[in-house]
């Protein structure tokens, strides 16, 4: 599993960080990318609803000092 070497955090609400220092930044960028397609374009059947998600994502390659301000 490619995200084996990240930390996920739950910030408030529904903001979630996932946090990586050891993969390329491409890389991470192209998994983020293919996780945010997949779930946009697979709907789930809850009570004979379909729900699709929409997200939002943002990436920061600041150092560790300063990434959560």
Do not use: R, W
């Amino acid at each position: 599993m490619p995200f084996d070497c990240c930390g996920l955090y739950h910030l408030q609400g529904d903001e979630y960080v996932i946090f990586n220092s050891d993969m390329e930044k491409d890389y991470f960028t192209y998994l983020v990318k293919d996780i945010v397609q997949n779930i946009s374009s697979t709907s789930l059947s809850v009570y004979d609803e379909d729900l699709v998600l929409y997200f939002t994502t943002a990436i920061s390659f600041e150092s560790s000092d300063k990434i959560l301000t």
